[in-house]
C-alpha cells in the first residue's frame, strides 16, 4: 500500500486529476475485455481512485513533465506528458488505434507529433509502459529493422525478445512511470 500512497502523493503534487467515482468501476471490465488481460493493480487503482490525469507544471507553462528516454531515439532525450488522460479516452482508444498500437495495448499518452506512450497487455510484458516513436522519423536510419510502423508493432513481443527499434521501454510499470516523471524546462 505504501507504493500507491507515493504514486497518489506523486499525482496530486503534478496533476490535476479528476475525481474517481463509483461509475470508474463500469469502464474497468471494457477495458479488460479489449486488451485481454487483467489490468495490473496499481494501474486499475489508479483508474479506481483517479479516473484521470492532466499533469500540470507548478509555475510556468514553459516547463513540463517528462520521462527521460534509455537512450535518444529520433533526436529525442526525454518525452513530455501534458495530456489529459482518462480510462473512457483508453477505451476510445483501445477501438480506434487498431495496427497503430501493438495488439493489447492500452494508450497513456499521445504525444503532439502523433507518437505514443502505451502498457503493453501482452502475455509476459504485462504492464510494461513503452514508447513508440511514429515512422517520419525513421528517416533518420534509426529505425530500419521493418518496413513500416504497422509490421514493427504486429512483430511487437517483449516476452520473446522482439521489439523493433521503434520502441523503447520506459519503465516496468505505471507506479515507475509515474515515479519517474521529472519537471524539466527554464528555472
Not at 3 to 12: E, F, G, R
Not at 81 to 97: K, N, P, R, V
Not at 152 to 164: I, L, M, N, Q, T
Request: one cysteine or more.
Amino acid at each position: 500500500m505504501d507504493k500507491l500512497n507515493d504514486m497518489w502523493n506523486k499525482l496530486s503534487k503534478i496533476s490535476e486529476t479528476s475525481s474517481g467515482s463509483t461509475e470508474q468501476t463500469k469502464y474497468i471490465p471494457k477495458l479488460e475485455y479489449l486488451v485481454e488481460a487483467p489490468l495490473p493493480d496499481d494501474f486499475k487503482q489508479f483508474l479506481l481512485k483517479v479516473g484521470g490525469y492532466k499533469t500540470v507544471p507548478p509555475d510556468s507553462l514553459d516547463r513540463c513533465y517528462v520521462i527521460k528516454l534509455p537512450k535518444p531515439k529520433g533526436g529525442r532525450k526525454s518525452i513530455a506528458l501534458d495530456c489529459s488522460l482518462t480510462i473512457e479516452g483508453m477505451i476510445e482508444s483501445c477501438d480506434e488505434w487498431g495496427s497503430l498500437l501493438p495488439p493489447k495495448s492500452i494508450l497513456i499518452e499521445a504525444t503532439g507529433d502523433g507518437s505514443n506512450v502505451f502498457m503493453s497487455m501482452i502475455s509476459g510484458s504485462i504492464g510494461e509502459i513503452y514508447f513508440m516513436e511514429r515512422d517520419h522519423y525513421m528517416d533518420s536510419g534509426e529505425f530500419d529493422d521493418y518496413e513500416c510502423e504497422e509490421d514493427a508493432c504486429e512483430a511487437f513481443d517483449p516476452k520473446s525478445g522482439v521489439v523493433p527499434n521503434i520502441f523503447s521501454k520506459l519503465a516496468d510499470s505505471f507506479y515507475d512511470l509515474i515515479m519517474a516523471l521529472e519537471l524539466e524546462g527554464p528555472e
